[in-house]
DNA sequence: GACGGAACCG
DNA sequence: CGGTTCCGTC
């Protein structure tokens, strides 16, 4: 019964200093996902942007097409990972497409037509349930920028404004923080392998496989290093705050100000001078692709002068989520198949039938 | 394959 | 609530 999937664990929240302006509303939904303490399960669109993040999924899953655009090469081992992690052994992508499709209601997904086993973000409203600072920002800076809905906790606006990967990894780059050194480090040796929550899931590779239009995304390297912060955006419960040191002042307004287009005047030696990267284009309307866009890839990364320096010693002893086991699933409701966890090796296809 | 109703579950 | 399971329909 008990089904306790060592990967659903997370690591607890860090106290964070409380030093938030009070009387920013938030949509009921934005702190949704881990708010309720307890109750506290993966969710599917969690678990598709981790999957997404990890570049060793790119041959089951990955970013493809429009911004937010993703493609599930291997609807099967995308269902068994899933089904791993969920402790159901029986999963396979019918089913899961069906949790997909109650997105669409939710708006958190929708698809894309004619692709096959193509799903495409909202990140707008994905970006608010995981990191609601953002619209703490917007808030804070009078910015329509997000949907914001009826103060009423109403039902959330038609159509929220696109975020694209892009723009909250402009809106996120860190305006030259500390010294790496000043990183706290989340996990353990032992805990590490837990890991399989990191911080800014689609920021992480988001961007990265984002194999579309080549002039369009900047030299972004695929590897976003952890926040040096304690924000886990997995575990928004009440508002996340970030160390003031880390977080200065004027980082709240910058990057949705120049969002708006009316950027003050950012430091722009560390500040991240974001680009004009408001996207109010709905899903297909306009042309869409702020074009601030590629002048806007300047990641102020915390030990990383450029893409290539934060990817480091390339592959590094990075402690993938071996999430390839089902022990601490409690394998008795079911006739579990003793799911040996095959190292899914899938080597790239031939041909990517479109 | 994709969709969505319906019953069910923790 | 957020799926899971099952299924009929297109």
């Not at 081992?77 to 899961?96: S, T």
């Not at 790496?180 to 032992?190: K, M, N, Q, V, Y």
């Amino acid at each position: 019964m008990d089904c306790s999937c060592v990967s659903d664990l997370l690591f607890a929240p860090p106290a964070l200093p409380a030093l938030w302006t009070p009387g920013f509303a938030f949509p009921d939904w934005a702190y949704k996902p881990e708010s309720s303490p307890g109750s506290r399960q993966i969710q599917l669109w969690h678990f598709i942007l981790e999957l997404l993040q990890k570049e060793e999924y790119q041959g089951v899953i990955a970013w493809q097409g429009d911004y937010g655009e993703f493609v599930i090469k291997d609807p099967d081992e995308v269902a068994r990972l899933w089904g791993i992690r969920k402790c159901k052994p029986h999963m396979n992508y019918d089913k899961l497409s069906r949790a997909l499709r109650y997105y669409y209601n939710k708006r958190i997904l929708h698809k894309t037509k004619g692709k096959r086993f193509t799903y495409k973000f909202n990140f707008s409203k994905v970006v608010l349930v995981n990191y609601p600072l953002l619209d703490m920002a917007a808030a804070a800076t009078g910015s329509p920028l997000l949907l914001t809905p009826s103060p009423f906790g109403g039902a959330p606006g038609p159509d929220a404004p696109p975020l694209t990967p892009e723009t909250l990894q402009t809106l996120f780059s860190a305006p030259r923080l500390g010294e790496p050194g000043a990183r706290t480090p989340l996990f353990t040796s032992e805990t590490d392998k837990l890991r399989l929550d990191s911080p800014f899931p689609f920021l992480g590779s988001g961007a990265t496989s984002y194999s579309k239009p080549p002039g369009l995304l900047g030299p972004y390297g695929r590897a976003f290093p952890e926040y040096p912060w304690n924000f886990n955006p997995y575990l928004t419960g009440p508002f996340p705050k970030l160390p003031p040191s880390l977080y200065p002042p004027h980082f709240y307004p910058n990057p949705l100000a120049s969002s708006l287009g009316h950027l003050p005047s950012s430091g722009a030696g560390g500040g991240p001078t974001a680009a004009p990267l408001l996207a109010s284009t709905g899903e297909g309307l306009g042309p869409e692709r702020p074009s601030g866009l590629a002048a806007a890839p300047r990641l102020a990364l915390p030990g990383a002068g450029g893409p290539e320096a934060a990817l480091g010693g390339k592959e590094d002893s990075d402690s993938e989520l071996e999430i390839t086991d089902v022990s601490g699933c409690s394998s008795d409701s079911e006739g579990d198949e003793g799911l040996p966890a095959p190292p899914k090796a899938k080597a790239g296809k031939g041909g990517t039938g479109s």
